[in-house]
């Protein structure tokens, strides 16, 4: 095969990788581009943001992930890109496709080291060859060593490793061969150690991602787990990847536990999104959020909007004497728009939110737990 037929494989091939399929606004989804490239969003240092170009280097595989359709043991017609081609390929899309940088991963060929050597080389190559200067997400390898997580992150804006599930018990149920304090929670805490403030590599962003549903893991433990990663090792972010039956193998428990509709399943994934944005956008704490028996989030419900009505002692605010703090716990209210609340009070005193483009459901929503009076 030659370059262009390998991409077509290989980006095809990063559809099964869902982060940002479902997130909490209209930036944070990817997108597939019209030549079938995905297409994922960035954040910009001047704020807004871009898209990255994502593709794997390689689907051929080694370890045994049930979850994933790549694993060593599934029937795929398989395919291996050199850092030289990926490196060339990104430089033309680069010059004749509104990106801003790339997002490399791959299937694990051989020994961890050998596969982050490859994306490490693809890097190396944009930034000495191609004088590239932008963005580069390089996915860590779970088992790479922590040398190579260190070359890593001298050439990488951002790199992330999936934690897959909350704790080692259900990532035993997905793998026999990964060993989740070695290859995935050290590797984590390294990447954390290395990008603290003052250190080395205090630039480059940390991120990780769970397997949502693959395993038997309720949405309690996915939270507690989410908290001390942004608590404890300081990630910039975490994304969340729902597990489709049918992709798998039969053996697992989410090809027959949840009996969700796919939607559902979609579903679940955003109310975990939209934890997490209380969390690292809101202020909550981790027992500000609510589960039900089965220690699930509830998905008739935000869960900002469940807090909201066990705590009608809080209500209503008046959104021109509330702190910018109590205005962010009005269900309808974001960021964005509690800024704009703040700002435009101190001109004039506000009597509706609709001249702050809150409107229809959202608007309905807010006017619950506000006042003008």
């Known amino acids: 095969m030659d370059t262009r037929q390998k991409l077509d494989i290989l980006a095809d091939d990063s559809k099964y990788d869902l982060a940002c ?24 240092p001047q704020g807004g943001y871009s898209v990255m170009l994502k593709t794997l280097m ?40 509104d990106v801003f940088g790339l997002f490399l991963s791959s299937g694990v060929g051989g020994k961890p080291d050998s596969t982050m050597t490859n994306l490490v080389d693809t890097a190396r190559i944009l930034r000495k060859k191609y004088r590239f200067k932008g963005y580069i997400h390089l996915k ?10 260190e070359e890593a992150m001298q050439v990488a804006s951002a790199v992330s490793l999936n934690i897959e599930t909350p704790g080692g018990k259900y990532l035993k149920q997905l793998s026999d061969s990964k060993n989740y304090d070695r290859d995935i929670i050290a590797p984590l805490k390294l990447m954390s150690k290395l990008s603290g403030k003052g250190e080395k590599y205090s630039r480059v962003k940390c991120t ?59 579903q679940r994934e955003h109310r975990l999104y939209q934890t997490d944005f209380l969390v690292r956008k809101y202020g909550f704490d981790e027992n500000e959020i609510y589960f ?33 703090e109590e205005l962010l716990r009005v269900p309808g209210l974001g960021p964005v728009t509690v800024n704009r609340i ?23 929503k807010a006017a619950r737990y506000i006042t003008w009076r």
């Open 342 to 364: 703040v700002k435009f009070r101190r001109i004039h005193a506000l009597r509706e939110l609709t001249g702050l483009n809150v409107k229809g459901k959202r608007a309905e």
């Open 58 to 97: 390689s689907n051929a595989c080694g370890n045994d992930c049930k979850y994933c359709p790549l694993r060593s043991n599934s029937n795929v017609r398989r395919c291996t890109l050199q850092p030289d081609e990926v490196a060339k390929f990104f430089m033309h899309y680069l010059h004749n496709t």
């Open 292 to 324: 039900g028996s089965d220690g699930n989030l509830d998905l008739t419900k935000d869960p900002k909007e469940i807090w909201a009505d066990r705590h009608p002692e809080f209500f209503p605010v008046n959104p021109n004497r509330a702190t910018r």
């Open 21 to 44: 399929a479902c997130g909490t606004g209209k930036d944070d989804h990817r997108k597939r581009g019209e030549d079938g490239r995905w297409l994922y969003p960035v954040s910009l």
């Open 140 to 149: 860590v390898i779970p088992g790479a060593s922590d040398a190579a997580i």
């Open 208 to 266: 990780t991602q769970f397997i949502v549903g693959a395993a038997d893991e309720t949405d309690t433990e996915i939270v507690k787990y989410m908290y001390g990663i942004y608590k404890r090792l300081n990630f910039n972010r975490i994304y969340f990847s729902a597990y489709q039956p049918g992709l798998g193998d039969r053996a697992i428990p989410g090809e027959n536990r949840f009996g969700l509709e796919p939607e559902k399943v979609f």
